[in-house]
């Protein structure tokens, strides 16, 4: 299986679970966000069309998990540079690290 293949797959997995809980009506507006990116990387994927930098990240970041990070940064890293996807991962992690005086001043 080439790479975009198993990633188009991995994808269609996260789609689908976003996909059954937006026929429930219970996606956020964020969440609908996700699975928009998401759809669209997929289709770039399927059609051979290069990533953008953050498409290579948000793919980086959906699938990570459920596969072999070394193939899946060989891959990604043809659309993004190690310096970019290193500010976009802090950049991720300051938006979702909690901080506490925001709640004790």
Known sequence: MSHPKMFI????YEIQSY???RTSGALTVEEQQEYNRM???RNKLIKGKDLT??????LYSHISYRCNNEVLEKFIFKFITKESFNR???EWKKRNTLNLDDFFG
């Open 39 to 41: 759809n669209n990387i």
């Open 9 to 12: 797959n991995l994808l269609e």
């Open 19 to 21: 996909q059954e809980n």
């Open 53 to 58: 930098e953050d498409d290579s990240y948000d």
């Open 88 to 90: 976009k991962q802090a």
